[in-house]
């Protein structure tokens, strides 16, 4: 990667990594309140969920304040749970990998963009098993108009061509699960498939385009199967969320989408 505006490399890289990390403290928030409906993402500003303190601004810094105050709240000392370090860590990683692959592109803007999407809902889905609708809609949104704006997202030259690619993968990736959870349900009697998930391959379809629904949906089955065994082995859980799988499925796709699509799925 060139020099940009005459900076260096390394400047551009740590700013990266900071801006990263905070927007992952704000996925945080997003994981924290969207599934609770009631909660706004701006409004009241972060507090203690335990003394309901105001987290002031020195004590907020990510992955800094946690390292510093180590792990506890400074008023009434409850342990934070180092899933937020974790995810500005994570996410600031990320969002420089990006940077160094595509520095100021489109792409760069739409994979961090996908990334943080599919990181709340992960998260979420794991702890209460919701997945927002914000993560779907909003993503839904940013990714056909980004596809329309620029073609070359979904590997095409026309304007119009791009956000069919991206509307179909919202349809084949919406509807593809419906007609799974519909059978599901009457085969088992019992819910198989939740509204979340079927909103989130909606949503993956819209980023990857529909070529890359149903590679989606394999590797997720692949992943849940194989994770999903080992989790009923070691945890005796009854149901498994199906969130994450898609989530790491649309992650493989993403890296590797074009190289296994020619390999393993070249009808579609
Ligand atoms: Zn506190």
Redesign the pocket.
């Given at each position: 990667m060139a020099d940009i505006l005459g900076l260096p490399q390394f400047f551009w890289i740590t700013l990266i990594f900071a801006l990263g990390a905070c927007i992952g403290s704000f996925l945080n928030v997003c994981i924290f309140r969207w599934p609770q409906e009631e909660l706004s993402i701006v409004r009241p500003r972060s507090f203690?969920?335990?003394?309901?303190?105001m987290i002031a601004w020195y004590d907020n810094i990510p992955v800094v304040s946690f390292i510093l105050l180590r792990g506890r709240?400074?008023?009434?000392?409850?342990r934070i749970s180092p899933h937020y370090p974790l995810v500005e860590l994570l996410y600031a990683l990320i969002f420089v990998w990006f940077f160094t692959t595509h520095g100021f592109t489109a792409r760069f803007a739409f994979n961090s963009v996908f990334m943080a999407l599919l990181l709340i809902a992960t998260i979420t889905d794991f702890q209460t098993r919701i997945i927002p609708d914000e993560v779907s809609f909003y993503g839904i949104l940013f990714a056909m108009l980004m596809s329309f704006i620029f073609p070359g997202l979904q590997n095409e030259t026309g304007h119009k061509l791009a956000l069919a690619d991206a509307t179909l993968g919202v349809l084949l990736g919406g509807g593809l699960l419906y007609i799974i959870a519909v059978v599901g349900d009457a085969m088992f009697k019992r819910e198989s498939m939740g509204g979340g998930d079927i909103k989130l391959l909606a949503m993956i379809g819209a980023f990857l385009g529909y070529r890359f629904v149903f590679p989606t949906m394999f590797f997720a089955s692949l992943l849940g199967s194989a994770i999903g065994i080992f989790l009923k082995l070691t945890r005796k859980e009854e149901t498994i969320a199906f969130g994450p799988y898609l989530a790491m499925g649309a992650v493989v796709l993403l890296l590797w989408g074009d190289w296994l699509l020619q390999r393993f799925f070249p009808f579609l």
């Open positions: 203690c969920p335990s003394c309901k303190e709240c400074r008023r009434c000392a409850w």
